[in-house]
Structure formats: structure tokens, C-alpha cells
């Protein structure tokens, strides 16, 4: 008889949890919130590819906590046709593909960024940015 009551009690703790998971969630949305942009507030992006041709800038709305990979990641997902390539996360962050071009290893061209004119000393996944900040991603030899 013991037995049952703990089950129960279990029960009712585990609908309880579920039940108000559902309060913080809206309906259908299985995942946690994600950083929206706070303002209107903006990055400047451009893409250097290496190939002679004009460099593209595009304003891309900045939130805290915005990494210099978010910056590249938020581009690629308004330009699907444009697939990025991303291996390790955080500080061990390494872009690998990027706008059409895929890194060509030691010796060749590869990407790397720029923040406001400076090469970045730390991975893309842990520099973040702030409103007004110039990022550059380059395909090029390594400097």
C-alpha cells in the first residue's frame, strides 16, 4: 500500500512540473527562447570572398551576447543558397565553409574576420560585438 501512495505522489509531482513547463512555453514551442535583436540596433557585415569582386556589406540586427559567428550565422540563414560550414563551438569555433567557399587549408586561402579593422586574436564564437561594430569575414591567406 506504502508502494502505491509513493507513485502517486510521483505522479502528481511529475504532472505538475509538465503543467507548468507549459505555462512558460507557448503553445507548440518545444525549445527555450532564443536572443532576439533588443533594438534597432544594427552590425555592419562584410563578406570578402576572395575572388576580385565587391565586397558585400549587410546590417545585421545586433542582441546581446551577439558573437562575431552569430553575426556570419544570422547572414546565412537569410541566404539559405549560401550554406555555412561550422565545426567545433565557443572558443574552439572554426568556420570551414562560408558564402560558396570552402577553406583550402595551410597554404591556401581560408576564413578569418576582422573586428572595427583588427584581426581577431580569439575564435569568432566567444568575440561578440557591440551595436556599430564593423565585422569583415575574409577569405584569404592566412596573415
Given amino acids: 500500500m506504502q508502494r502505491s501512495w509513493r507513485f502517486i505522489i510521483a505522479l502528481v509531482v511529475l504532472l505538475g512540473l509538465v503543467l507548468a513547463q507549459r505555462r512558460w512555453l507557448p503553445a ?15 552590425v555592419s557585415l562584410s563578406i570578402d570572398r576572395g575572388d576580385g569582386a565587391a565586397v558585400e556589406t549587410h546590417h545585421i540586427g545586433w542582441s546581446s551576447g551577439l558573437t562575431v559567428l ?63 561594430d564593423r565585422v569583415l569575414w575574409k577569405f584569404a591567406p592566412f596573415q
Avoid at 28 to 42: H, L, M, V
Avoid at 96 to 115: D, H, I, K, S, V
Wanted: glycine share 14%; net charge negative; aromatic share 6%.
Fill in 28 to 42: 507548440g514551442d518545444t525549445s527555450a527562447p532564443t536572443a532576439q535583436p533588443s533594438t534597432d540596433e544594427t
Fill in 70 to 132: 552569430g553575426v556570419l550565422e544570422t547572414y546565412s540563414a537569410q541566404h539559405p543558397e549560401e550554406p555555412l560550414s561550422v565545426v567545433g563551438r565557443g572558443a574552439s569555433a572554426l568556420v570551414t565553409a562560408a558564402a560558396g567557399r570552402t577553406n583550402e587549408g595551410a597554404g591556401g586561402l581560408n576564413w578569418q574576420f576582422e573586428l572595427n579593422g583588427q584581426y581577431g586574436t580569439k575564435s569568432a564564437g566567444v568575440t561578440t560585438v557591440k551595436p556599430d
